[in-house]
């Protein structure tokens, strides 16, 4: 019975989907109405697997699982971290171009707020938890309801800046659920009306007033991993990428890093070390984009969550080439390392590449390079971080690009000489830097 519903609902879709795919109103439409059909075909499927599969009833124990006196919390067994994190190296971002802007102007590691509560400087229209996942490090804003969520403090953006952040789901996620999707809007206050803001794809951004990416594990076989993504501009679907699971994130990464580099017109979206979409046209000439959003499109079965955190936005790309050679120094927040390690994080490499090739370019030019930390923790073990940090940026500079090691000394200076405020996340961040000072 099973396999012929599976075959019938499929047939359907697809006549449906050929003539939606282009009508984001429509498109809206056919996914409500595929919801509320999953959720009879679900009842169904569930007493069958039942009958051919005990070991599925709900009411049985599941292996390694804890009870209700255990230390494991319900998002931690429901989450993510249940499946093992793959873990993406350097190498896989080797043709990784997405170098972070300048100066960071929202940092959320929502290590500032309790767990289980909603983050206290955000605003929104339902309801979300600060939650830790079991084998996956910090904490991550956890939805499973519809609903819109965004950072209060940003009301203007430049023409040029970066947003990334890190996005799960719980395993098995439905097909049937709904999106994660970030908007990027003129609306300097989405507060004032989230109901424009409410549905995805349906035309509610005014006029042109900015663009939303969509992100979902639409084709991961069951498996938890984001693997399709979605475009608008001004309620126009503008591209669909469809589930190329050698082009997105693969299903078995249970993180996906997301990245966005908008510069004037041109929109460039990253899913781990691979480029989504480049489109040097997106936006409009002289739209000014004021604000970001984040938005759970509803889930049909109410165990499927999206989890999101360390959210980093920046304005302003480095000028590395001109920074260095003419002014004789550059500074950059974009090499990223692990917590309390020299470790290189892989979405740094197009940071260090930037770098690399303009040393490449200029061979008689020799460096400082010095790492720079925050004031969390013990001052003389920052100290020593940071010069390890320092030399990590160097060892890779030689063996992934070919830099003569006796063109580069390295030195830290710990947290002594910070630029910016250390009682914030965004100051923290904008400390957190490497420094190339000509010689």
């Known amino acids: 019975m099973k396999p012929i519903l599976i075959t019938c609902f499929l047939l359907l879709f697809g006549a449906l989907f050929t003539q939606a795919q282009f009508n984001p109103i429509e498109r809206a439409k056919e996914r409500a109405k595929q919801k509320a059909q999953q959720k009879l075909d679900q009842k169904v499927d569930e007493t069958v697997d039942?009958?051919?599969?005990?070991?599925m009833d709900p009411k049985k124990k599941k292996k390694g699982a804890k009870d209700s006196t255990g230390t494991k919390s319900k998002e931690e067994m429901e989450g993510p971290g249940n499946q093992k994190e793959g873990k993406a190296s350097l190498e896989t971002y080797s043709k990784f171009d997405f170098?972070?802007?300048?100066?960071?102007?929202?940092?959320?590691?929502?290590?500032?707020?309790?767990?289980?509560?909603?983050?206290?400087?955000?605003?929104?229209?339902?309801?979300?938890?600060?939650?830790?996942?079991?084998?996956t490090q910090g904490r991550f804003l956890m939805t499973k309801k519809e609903v819109v969520m965004y950072p209060e403090w940003i009301k203007n953006l430049p023409d040029n800046f970066t947003l990334e952040f890190d996005l799960m789901t719980t395993d098995k996620f439905s097909y049937y659920s709904g999106w994660f999707i970030v908007g990027i809007t003129?609306?300097?206050?989405?507060?004032?009306?989230?109901?424009?803001?409410?549905?995805?794809?349906?035309?509610?951004?005014?006029?042109?007033?900015?663009?939303?990416?969509?992100?979902?594990?639409?084709?991961?076989?069951?498996?938890?991993?984001?693997t399709s993504a979605y475009g608008s501009f001004n309620g126009q679907e503008v591209l669909r990428n469809e589930a190329d699971q050698n082009v997105l994130a693969a299903p078995e990464r249970t993180l996906c890093r997301i990245s966005i580099w908008r510069q004037k017109g041109r929109v460039r979206v990253y899913m781990n070390d691979k480029k989504v979409w480049d489109?040097?046209?997106?936006?409009?000439?002289?739209?000014?984009?004021?604000?970001?959003?984040?938005?759970?499109?509803?889930?049909?079965?109410?165990?499927?969550?999206?989890?999101?955190?360390?959210?980093?936005?920046?304005?302003?790309?480095?000028?590395?080439?001109?920074?260095l050679i003419t002014e004789g120094k550059f500074v950059t927040r974009g090499i990223l390392f692990d917590v309390n390690s020299d470790k290189i994080k892989p979405e740094s490499y197009g940071a260090v590449k930037d770098i690399?090739?303009?040393?490449?370019?200029?061979?008689?030019?020799?460096?400082?390079?010095?790492?720079?930390?925050?004031?969390?923790?013990?001052e003389a073990k920052n100290l020593e971080l940071s010069k390890k940090r320092a030399e990590a940026v160097k060892q890779f500079l030689i063996k992934e690009f070919g830099i003569e090691a006796g063109r580069m000394t390295t030195d830290g200076k710990g947290e002594s000489q910070?630029?910016?405020?250390?009682?914030?996340?965004?100051?923290?961040?904008?400390?957190?830097?490497?420094?190339f000072i000509k010689q």
Do not use: C
């Open 99 to 135: 170098v972070p802007g300048e100066k960071v102007i929202l940092f959320e590691d929502f290590t500032k707020d309790n767990i289980g509560d909603f983050p206290d400087k955000w605003n929104t229209n339902g309801s979300g938890e600060i939650v830790t996942v079991n084998k």
């Open 50 to 55: 039942k009958a051919m599969d005990p070991a």
């Open 279 to 323: 489109l040097p046209k997106l936006v409009a000439d002289g739209l000014k984009l004021n604000s970001v959003y984040f938005r759970n499109d509803g889930a049909s079965n109410e165990e499927d969550a999206f989890y999101f955190g360390n959210i980093r936005m920046a304005i302003g790309a480095p000028d590395t080439r001109n920074k």
């Open 186 to 226: 003129s609306a300097d206050n989405v507060g004032k009306d989230f109901r424009r803001f409410a549905k995805f794809g349906d035309g509610r951004i005014d006029n042109g007033g900015g663009f939303e990416i969509a992100f979902h594990p639409e084709n991961a076989g069951g498996q938890q991993g984001i």
């Open 418 to 435: 910070p630029t910016d405020s250390n009682t914030t996340p965004e100051g923290k961040a904008n400390n957190r830097r490497v420094e």
């Open 356 to 378: 690399a090739n303009v040393l490449k370019e200029n061979g008689d030019v020799k460096v400082v390079i010095i790492g720079h930390t925050d004031s969390d923790g013990d």
